[in-house]
C-alpha cells in the first residue's frame, strides 16, 4: 500500500510539474510575443476597413499583478477612428477600402465612424465600398464612399427600423414560474414583459419617438452623403425601393453593379498600380496598433484623461463587457492624483444595472470633480443606470441617435409557487420574527415584503431624481416629468434639458480641453482591469481576457439563440434595484 501511494503520489507530482510547466512556457510566449514589431505600412498603400472584430469603444488595459505582466488592446472604435485621423496625414496610405464590412457596431458607434471618415475624405484621398450584401445597418456606413459597388446578384436591405418584445405573461401562468415585479415609472417597461401579454400604450409610444428619431439621424446623413433627399428615401425604405442591384442602381443608392476583382481593378487604376499586379493594403487594426504604440508625442506634458464606462453596470472589478465599481473608481482616483492629468472625459456606453454600483461611481465622480472638470460623452446607450452615472458630470454631450434618460428603477424576482404545487413541492418555513425568513422562491409574495421592496425602490428612485436636478440644475418635479422610466434619443434629451450638447467624443475632448485651459495635450485612456490567473489560463484555453465567458456558447448555438438565453440569464441574476434601462433595442 505504501508503494502504491509514493507512486501515486510521484504521478501526482509530475502532472503538477507538466502543468506548471505549460502555463509557464505559455505565459513567456504571451511576454515575449507582446513585443512583437508593428505592421511596416509601405507606400501607394489601401487600408482595409473591416470591423468584424471591432464591438467596443475601448479595447481595454489588463494588469496581471501575480507576474507583473501588463498588456493594452488596440481594437476598439477609438483605435480605430484615431488611425483613420493618421492616415489622412500619412502619406504612404492613398485611401480607405471598405470591403464586404460586417459591422456590429451601434448607430451613435456608426455615426462616430462616418464622421471621420467624412474628415478623412477631405484630404483628397479616396474612401471605396464593395459588398455582396448590404445591409441596412452597413448601408449608414457605407454610404459614405464615393464610389459604392454592389455584387450583380446581391441585395440591398433599406427598409426603415423595427423592435420586437416577447411578452410573457400567459408563459408564466401555464408553467407556474412568475417573475414579482416591483417598479416606480410609467414607462419602465423593461419588466412589461412579465405583467402584460401585450404592449402599453406608452412603451409603443416611446419605442416608436425613439425609432423615429434614430432614423431622421440615419436618413439625414445618408441624404447628404448619396444627394437623395430624405422624401425620397423614406419612400425608398417604404416599397423595399433598393432591394435589388438594379433598382438601387436606379434610385442612386449605389454607384455601379460589379464583381469584387472589378472593384478591385478600378482601386488599381485609381493607384496607377498595373492589373496583374496586387497593390499594397494594410488592415485597419493593424494600422491602429502602429498609430497607438508610435504616434503619441510624450514630451507634450498636459493629459486629458479617457475613463472608459462600457456594458452593463454589475458591480465588482468589471471589464470591458462590465462596468464595476473597482475598475473605474480606480480610475477616476487615479486621474484626479495626476498632476498633468487636466480635465477627465467619462465615455459612456452603457443600458444601466445596479442601482447602488451606479451611486458608488456617481460619489467618486464628485468627489473627481471638486479637483478637476469631469465631462462626460455618451456613445451608443446611456440609460437608467447608465445616465446615472452622467448626471453630474460638468457637462454632457451626446450623439444625435444616443439612447438616454430611462430615469427609473424596478426590482423583479423569480417566484415558483405555482409551479411547486403543480409538480408537488411544498415549502415550510420556522421564523423567530416576522419577517426572518424573507424572500423564498417556493412562497408567496407576503405584502409585507412588497410593501418593504417598494419602499426600497421609492428611495431610490427619489434619489435617483435627486442626482439628476441637482446635476442639471433642475427641480425634482421638472426632473420627475420627463423621468418615470422613459428613454429619449440625444437630440430630444438636449431640447428636455439631459445633456447640454450634440456631438461625438472628439466634441467633449475639445470642450475639455477649452475648460481647462490647455491647446496641446496628449490623451491617456483608462481603465486598468486587475486579472488573475484563471483569467489568463482562460485566455489561452480559446476565450479572450477581453471576451464575455460565454463567447464560444454564441459560436456554437448562434446569436439570436444566444441573446435569448442572455435575457433569461439576466433575468435570473438581478439583484438588488435595478436601474436598468427599459428594453434592449436592436437596429438592424
Same mark, same amino acid.
Given at each position: ?10 504521478v ?6 507538466? %502543468? ?10 504571451? !511576454?515575449?510575443?507582446g ?16 470591423? *468584424? ?16 505582466y ?17 492616415? $489622412? =496625414? ?40 464593395? *459588398? ?8 449608414y ?9 454592389? /455584387? ?10 423595427? *423592435? &420586437? ?23 419602465? +417597461? ?8 401585450e ?25 447628404? +452623403? ?21 433598382? =438601387?442602381?436606379?434610385k ?5 453593379? =460589379? ?57 465588482? &472589478?468589471?471589464?470591458?463587457?462590465? @462596468? ?19 480635465? !477627465? ?69 423569480? /417566484? ?16 423567530t420574527h416576522? /419577517? ?9 409574495v ?12 421609492e ?18 418635479e421638472?426632473?420627475d416629468? !420627463? ?11 438636449? #431640447? ?13 475632448? $475639445? ?6 485651459? @490647455?491647446e496641446?495635450?496628449?490623451?491617456? /485612456?483608462?481603465?486598468?482591469?486587475? $486579472? #488573475?490567473?484563471?483569467d ?18 454564441? &459560436? ?8 435569448l ?8 441574476q ?6 436598468? %434601462?427599459?428594453?434592449?433595442? $436592436?437596429?438592424?
Open positions: 500500500m505504501k508503494f502504491l501511494g509514493n507512486v501515486f503520489a510521484t501526482i507530482g509530475i502532472f503538477v510539474f507538466c %502543468m506548471v510547466f505549460f502555463f509557464g512556457l505559455l505565459f513567456l510566449g504571451a !511576454i515575449m510575443g513585443d512583437k514589431d508593428t505592421v511596416k505600412v509601405k507606400d501607394n498603400s489601401v487600408i482595409e476597413l473591416d470591423l *468584424s472584430k471591432v464591438t467596443l469603444d475601448y479595447g481595454g488595459k489588463v494588469n496581471f499583478k501575480e507576474f507583473n501588463f498588456e493594452t488592446k488596440h481594437d476598439g472604435l477609438i483605435d480605430v477612428i484615431n488611425a483613420i485621423d493618421a492616415a $489622412k =496625414a500619412d502619406d504612404q496610405i492613398k485611401g480607405i477600402s471598405i470591403l464586404n464590412n460586417e459591422s456590429q457596431l451601434g448607430m451613435a458607434q456608426s455615426k462616430a465612424l462616418r464622421d471621420k471618415l467624412e474628415d478623412f475624405k477631405k484630404s483628397g484621398k479616396f474612401v471605396v465600398a464593395y *459588398s455582396n450584401y448590404i445591409s441596412q445597418r452597413d448601408y456606413l457605407n454610404s459614405v464612399a464615393d464610389s459604392l459597388y454592389l /455584387n450583380p446578384i446581391g441585395e440591398l436591405e433599406f427598409k426603415g427600423l423595427s *423592435s &420586437e418584445i416577447l411578452y410573457l405573461k400567459e408563459l408564466q401562468e401555464k408553467t407556474g414560474i412568475k417573475m414579482e415585479v416591483i417598479r416606480h415609472g410609467k414607462y419602465k +417597461s423593461a419588466v412589461e414583459p412579465f405583467l402584460a401579454q404592449m402599453s400604450p406608452e412603451n409603443r409610444e416611446q419605442i416608436s419617438v425613439l425609432l423615429n428619431g434614430v432614423w431622421n439621424t440615419v436618413v439625414t446623413d445618408i441624404s447628404k +452623403s448619396r444627394n437623395i433627399s430624405v422624401d425620397s428615401l423614406n419612400s425608398i425604405a417604404n416599397s423595399l425601393g433598393a432591394r435589388t442591384p438594379e433598382l =438601387a442602381l436606379s442612386h443608392m449605389i454607384d455601379k453593379i =460589379a464583381y469584387e476583382d472589378e472593384y478591385h481593378n478600378a482601386i488599381k487604376k485609381q493607384l496607377k498600380v498595373k492589373e496583374d499586379e496586387d497593390y499594397k493594403t494594410v488592415d485597419i487594426l493593424d494600422y491602429a496598433k502602429k498609430v497607438a504604440t508610435s504616434a503619441v508625442d510624450y514630451s507634450v506634458k498636459d493629459v486629458i484623461a479617457v475613463v472608459y464606462a462600457q456594458g452593463e453596470i454589475q458591480g465588482g &472589478e468589471g471589464d470591458v463587457n462590465i @462596468i464595476g465599481e473597482g475598475a473605474v473608481k480606480r480610475a477616476l482616483k487615479a486621474a484626479r492624483e495626476d498632476e498633468d492629468v487636466k480635465a !477627465i472625459v467619462l465615455r459612456v456606453d452603457s443600458p444601466g444595472g445596479s442601482a447602488l454600483t451606479s451611486e458608488l461611481i456617481w460619489r467618486e465622480i464628485e468627489i473627481t470633480k471638486k479637483d478637476k472638470p469631469v465631462i462626460v460623452s455618451m456613445g451608443n446607450v446611456a440609460a437608467s443606470g447608465g445616465y446615472y452615472i452622467s448626471c453630474n458630470a460638468d457637462r454632457i454631450f451626446a450623439e444625435p441617435s444616443t439612447i438616454t434618460g430611462s430615469i427609473g428603477v424596478f426590482g423583479m424576482l423569480p /417566484n415558483m409557487n405555482e409551479l411547486g404545487k403543480n409538480i408537488g413541492i411544498n415549502a415550510e418555513q420556522v421564523a416576522d /419577517n426572518a425568513a424573507g424572500y423564498s422562491l417556493f412562497e408567496p407576503s405584502e409585507d415584503f412588497k410593501a418593504f421592496t417598494l419602499e426600497s425602490i428611495n431610490i428612485y427619489t434619489t435617483f431624481l435627486t442626482r439628476v436636478a441637482t446635476g442639471r440644475k433642475m427641480t425634482t421638472q426632473v416629468a !420627463i423621468a418615470q422610466g422613459r428613454v429619449w434619443t440625444g437630440t430630444d434629451a438636449l #431640447k428636455n434639458g439631459l445633456v447640454d450638447e450634440l456631438g461625438g467624443l472628439d466634441d467633449a475632448l $475639445k470642450y475639455a480641453a477649452k475648460v481647462a485651459k @490647455i496641446d495635450y496628449r490623451i491617456e /485612456n483608462y481603465p486598468e482591469y486587475d $486579472k #488573475k490567473l484563471e489568463l489560463i482562460a485566455n489561452f484555453t480559446g476565450i479572450s481576457m477581453f471576451q464575455s465567458r460565454e463567447a464560444l456558447l454564441k &459560436e456554437q448555438i448562434g446569436e439570436e439563440n444566444f441573446q438565453l442572455e435575457q433569461i440569464k439576466r433575468a435570473n438581478l439583484k438588488g434595484v435595478q436601474a436598468m %434601462m427599459p428594453f434592449e433595442l $436592436k437596429i438592424k
